[in-house]
């Protein structure tokens, strides 16, 4: 059975510094690795979808990695802001199917 | 964005009553899911559509059941209502591009 793991729990940090969130998982026959951001109260939103053949992905001040062979995914926030306090969630598939971590919970401080 | 609508967004129920949530999307993305988030386990499957009529089991499927008559619709019912489905249920579609899914914005459901 797929086990995500996401480390740390939570974390604070002041505006402006570049972070790192740490996704691993067990099973490496991933077909792809997804990041979320989810603000409270809200649903989901998809910020960066990895394929098993790719290394990385970026979108503006975010780049996620993969390393499938190690089971391990990080994804990088450059130059953090307040309105980047969420938390975040990263997912691995199997076809259709995710399995989640539970979350870092980010607060970004004035 | 996928256009994805839930409703109700919010309900309080009894015990032992029949509640059937709705999830609409515009996207007539093939795959469907619905997903319950507790805290202390995080986002979980319930059950899954990959076409009209086909659905599947997820991973904490019982006292769920689904229905998917149009590619739009997904219904989720909870026959008989209990205390411990008292949770924030999560519509998610996926079309066949990588199966990157979207979310929808929830409902939060109390069991009294």
């Known amino acids: 059975k797929q086990e995500v793991t996401q480390i740390p729990a939570a974390l604070s940090v002041p505006e402006g510094e570049n972070l790192v969130l740490n996704c691993s998982f067990t099973d490496s026959a991933i077909y792809n690795l997804q990041w979320f951001r989810q603000d409270p109260g809200k649903g989901l939103t998809s910020l960066l979808l990895?394929?098993?053949?790719?290394r990385e992905q970026t979108s503006g001040r975010l780049n996620a990695s993969l390393d499938k062979s190690s089971g391990r995914s990080t994804l990088y926030i450059a130059a953090s802001q307040p309105g980047d306090s969420a938390t975040y969630l990263c997912?691995?598939?199997?076809?259709?199917?995710?399995?989640f971590g539970e979350g870092t919970q980010l607060t970004v401080n004035p | 964005d996928a256009g994805i609508t839930q409703s109700p967004r919010h309900k309080v129920t009894e015990t032992g009553t029949p509640v059937t949530l709705r999830c609409h999307q515009t996207e007539n993305h093939r795959y469907m899911y619905w997903y319950r988030q507790d805290p202390g386990h995080g986002l979980r499957l319930i059950h899954y559509?990959?076409?009209?009529?086909?659905?599947d089991k997820g991973e904490v499927s019982d006292g769920y059941s689904v229905s998917r008559s149009k590619t739009e619709d997904f219904l989720l019912t909870l026959e008989s209502a209990t205390s411990s489905q008292t949770s924030v249920y999560f519509c998610a579609t996926a079309g066949l591009d990588g199966y990157e899914q979207y979310f929808g914005p929830g409902t939060r459901l109390t069991v009294t």
């Open positions: 559509s990959y076409g009209v009529k086909d659905t």
């Open positions: 997912a691995v598939s199997h076809g259709s199917r995710l399995t």
């Open positions: 990895i394929q098993s053949s790719q």
